[in-house]
């Protein structure tokens, strides 16, 4: 089946289905994610080279990078963090042996 992320609320209970290839959105390989502070979820798209950000609606409110070896470009992005004042770190693939901040 596609990739998606099922959103639970903190009951439990199912509240979206988000990051289905095709659905508007064109996430083709959902990788890793983070959530920050103000409940977006960051995920990086190993096959798309990018990385997108969500709000906790499902809706896509920023996405950035591209396919390169240069500052804002990656090459499978998969891992994704924030570090304690919000700024979100990509992991990069091997090849590139990087962390990116932004």
């Not at 979206?16 to 959902?30: A, E, M, V, W, Y």
């Amino acid at each position: 089946s596609d990739p998606c992320m099922f959103v639970f609320n903190s009951d439990h209970v199912l509240t979206n289905r988000l990051i289905t290839k095709g659905d508007g959105k064109q996430t083709n390989s959902p990788f890793c994610f983070d959530i920050d502070r103000d409940y977006n979820i960051i995920m990086s798209d190993y096959y798309n080279d990018c990385v997108y950000v969500f709000n906790e609606e499902g809706e896509q409110i920023h996405k950035f990078g591209k396919t390169g070896r240069g500052i804002g470009e990656f090459i499978n992005p998969f891992g994704i963090a924030l570090d304690n004042t919000g700024h979100i770190i990509v992991v990069c693939h091997k090849k590139t042996n990087c962390l990116q901040f932004f």
